[in-house]
């Protein structure tokens, strides 16, 4: 594919996400919010098996967009279908998304990483292009909440490794969490307060630590090996 082409195509790309971003961006916020919840989940209820394709499509849009937080999306998805099957519906929206955002990055490579978040920002992480860092990153970051891996998914495509590997490391890594949040919609629903609180504040606390050392986490990745 020439040069020109790829740059088009990746302008468009580009194009789509933003687009995305912007319309969805106010009705991601308000999903943070527990009235906004209530009510969201008796529209999904309403709309039946359609429902579990809102929730899995809105999964596939937060690793897409990758600032955008998963959280609300998991504890909704415990409320609806409980522990089991909300984080089923979530994990496997997180395939599906990461196999998507995988296969764009390694067919169009750096330079379209570089116009979605910046060159200096690419390059400071390019350690991450070694195989072998980049399976102890993705398992570390992706197990604890709160640490730096939004743009994660995205180098994977540009590094060494495949992609059914990517998957099965992030998929085990952000397995508990999911279950986590799914277990604390299921509470909520089931009214049992004390389960869902001590599930928050847990919570609150792994991942204000997960970003409170979150760099020192990656410097000690980045050191692996030298």
């Given at each position: ?75 909704i998805s415990g409320m609806l279908y409980g522990t089991w099957g909300g984080a089923l519906i979530c994990l496997v929206g997180c395939a599906v998304a990461t196999s998507l955002v995988f296969t764009i ?122």
């Open positions: 594919m020439k040069t020109g082409t790829k740059v088009i195509i990746g302008v468009i790309v580009i194009a789509l996400v933003a687009a995305a971003t912007a319309l969805l961006w106010p009705f991601m916020k308000e999903l943070s919010d527990p009235v906004y919840q209530a009510q969201f989940k008796a529209w999904i209820s309403a709309l039946g098996v359609w429902g579990v394709l809102v929730l899995f499509g809105l999964q596939i849009v937060q690793i897409v967009i990758a600032f955008i937080p998963g959280g609300p999306v998991e504890v990055s390694r067919r169009f490579g750096k330079p379209l990483l570089y116009k979605f978040f910046g060159k200096e920002k690419i390059d400071n992480l390019a350690f991450l292009q070694d195989s072998k860092k980049i399976e102890t990153v993705a398992f570390v970051l992706f197990l604890i909440p709160g640490t730096p891996k939004d743009m994660l998914t995205y180098i994977s495509g540009v590094s060494g490794i495949s992609l059914p590997k990517f998957l099965i490391i992030t998929l085990i890594a952000r397995a508990p969490a999911t279950l986590v949040s799914a277990m604390a919609g299921e509470s909520m629903m089931q009214g049992q307060w004390a389960v869902t609180i001590t599930i928050f504040v847990v919570a609150a606390i792994i991942g204000l630590l997960g970003i409170r050392y979150g760099d020192r986490v990656m410097n000690y990745c980045r050191n692996l090996g030298r």
